[in-house]
């Protein structure tokens, strides 16, 4: 295997697991974290690890061009890093709001924007975006920050796909089910409630964790597998329940389109 | 028709956002509109009684605050905030830097949410009201070259459907307008912004662009029907919370979604392998 990685928010969550496969698979990656202790466990001359602020475009940068120096090239960029956020959207700052943004798409932005010249250039390579089933479906109270930045991210990789495909460099959206990471615990930035349905959801989600029905090792399994097709899809979901939610929620939009189609179609000259 | 609901509609010196501003006055509504420029917007709309401009920088919370605010103060309520400002942003994401990202955004994102943060409170107190986010049939399916702009728009859509549901139960509706092609000034120069570093290699971005410039003047959809479908719909009892305006979005937003449901399919077996 001669395939170079990269991989943001790789120390803890599917990041890391993510790592530790490819690793074991005979990959190279080149690794991202806030601070790179926190990437000890890994060794190797087939591992870098690498301190960055993926908001600062230049610490992106040179990241990007020391993986380039290390391994030569990069084919597979791995955008993971991401947090959720929840609370209903008038109690949510607009700072909470921004930085939720920061890391979940501005900070993407920055690698993708990084690392194209690169991928153009080589005339190959494949950017995995990893976004959630709420970049999909709005189903969930008080999430709706956290799922504009992930229906932000499905958006542009969609447009991300027709824009680089003249170069032979693929796009995937990858949108995950519930998995049984830190995403719910540790990770998950709470803004109290006075909402009564954001208060349930808050508490179901707080009970669902260390329930969750996805195993991050499956699912990391899967997007590895994935990346090894000739033709990766666009938007690929993992979880069961992702394969049950989205559709259905589709479908419901499919619905409601055709209900209005009238009032919809009479507003042309 | 209820003649006494208010208005409070942003982005309003041009496009959607005149025309709507425009039909509203003349029905007879209580209207408030918001520009980066109040002069402009009084020049455009000309002088009602019932009409309140309003300079307002929405990417600026507290400014946002303070024209809701002397809104209530002036009509006593607002019933609807119709969140029109925006712009079209075209480039490759390599071509377009950070700052320029993060502007768009300002207004096609974060403005929204400055209005809604903002507006909730009186909504919420009176159990009633309307709030409708005009997107774009980009916000349901991108389109090569407008890949930030899809993002933003698609970002929108997103805390629409959410918030659709977290107010349900303080009798506010939500509603999600995704136009298609429309005749306003959109194309043009006033209301797009694109790369001025464009890199020779995005060929595909740059035929594109060329195809929607030549569009301009030829859109199908017409703003004063957009105007009169907007203000049926808040008379609804039970608005939508997707509504697609055009023939165009509505052929384009049914083949994304089937071709989404299909191609689910084709990775069915992987998708379900991951759980315990």
Request: hydrophobic letters at 40%; a negative charge; charged letters at 20%.
């Amino acid at each position: 295997m001669n395939k170079v990685w990269f991989v943001t928010g790789a120390s803890k969550g599917f990041g890391r697991i993510l790592v530790s496969q490819l690793l074991a698979q005979g990959y190279k990656v080149a690794a991202t974290s806030r601070d790179a202790a926190s990437l000890a466990e890994f060794s190797g001359n087939d591992f870098l690890p690498l301190t960055v602020s993926l908001t600062d475009e230049n610490s992106v940068k040179s990241a990007i061009e020391k993986t380039i120096s290390t391994f030569g090239k990069i084919d597979i960029v791995v955008n993971n890093a991401g947090y959720g956020q929840v609370g209903a959207l008038e109690e949510v700052s607009d700072k909470d709001a921004r930085e939720n943004y920061n890391v979940n798409v501005f900070g993407l932005l920055n690698v993708i924007r990084q690392v194209m010249p690169h991928l153009r250039e080589q005339r190959s390579g494949h950017i995995i975006n990893i976004a959630s089933v709420g970049g999909m479906l709005g189903g969930f109270p008080g999430w709706a920050i956290y799922c504009s930045t992930k229906f932000a991210v499905v958006g542009l990789t969609e447009g991300l796909r027709e824009e680089i495909k003249e170069f032979g460099v693929k796009a995937t959206v990858v949108l995950p089910g519930y998995f049984r990471t830190s995403f719910l615990g540790a990770d998950l930035s709470v803004t109290e409630s006075k909402y009564q349905s954001v208060k349930d959801s808050i508490q179901w989600h707080a009970d669902l964790d260390g329930k969750q029905p996805g195993d991050p090792e499956k699912g990391v399994a899967a997007i590895i597998e994935m990346t090894k097709s000739e033709h990766p899809p666009l938007n690929f979901l993992i979880g069961k329940d992702a394969y049950e939610l989205v559709p259905e929620k589709l479908t419901s939009i499919i619905d409601e389109i055709e209900e209005w189609k009238e009032l919809t179609v009479n507003t042309v000259f | 028709m209820d003649n006494k609901k208010t208005w409070f509609v942003t982005g309003a010196s041009k496009g959607l956002g005149l025309t709507l501003v425009k039909h509203l006055l003349a029905a007879g509504y209580p209207v408030a509109a918001t520009s980066r420029n109040a002069a402009a917007l009084t020049e455009a709309v000309g002088n009602h009684t019932n009409f309140l401009p309003l300079q307002v920088n929405l990417a600026d919370d507290k400014s946002v605050a303070q024209a809701i605010q002397t809104t209530v103060d002036k009509f006593g309520h607002i019933d609807v905030a119709v969140n029109n400002a925006g712009y079209g942003i075209g480039g490759s994401i390599e071509e377009l830097s950070d700052a320029e990202t993060r502007t768009s955004f300002d207004i096609n994102v974060f403005g929204t949410l400055n209005v809604i943060r903002n507006v909730l409170p009186f909504m919420r107190q009176q159990r009633s009201g309307h709030i409708i986010n005009i997107s774009s049939i980009a916000g349901i399916t991108a389109n090569t070259g407008w890949s930030i702009y899809a993002a933003a728009k698609y970002a929108v859509t997103g805390l629409t459907d959410v918030l659709a549901q977290d107010v349900k139960e303080f009798g506010i509706h939500v509603t999600l307008i995704a136009p298609g092609a429309f005749r306003t000034s959109f194309l043009t120069a006033d209301s797009l912004v694109i790369t001025d570093t464009p890199i020779a290699d995005y060929t595909a971005i740059r035929a594109s662009h060329a195809k929607y410039a030549s569009m301009d003047g030829g859109q199908q959809g017409d703003p004063e029907k957009a105007a009169v479908a907007m203000i049926e719909l808040v008379n609804m009892p039970e608005p939508p919370v997707y509504l697609l305006l055009g023939s165009d979005a509505y052929s384009r937003a049914l083949s994304k979604l089937e071709q989404l449901n299909n191609a689910f399919k084709a990775t069915a077996s992987l998708t379900k392998s991951t759980d315990y």
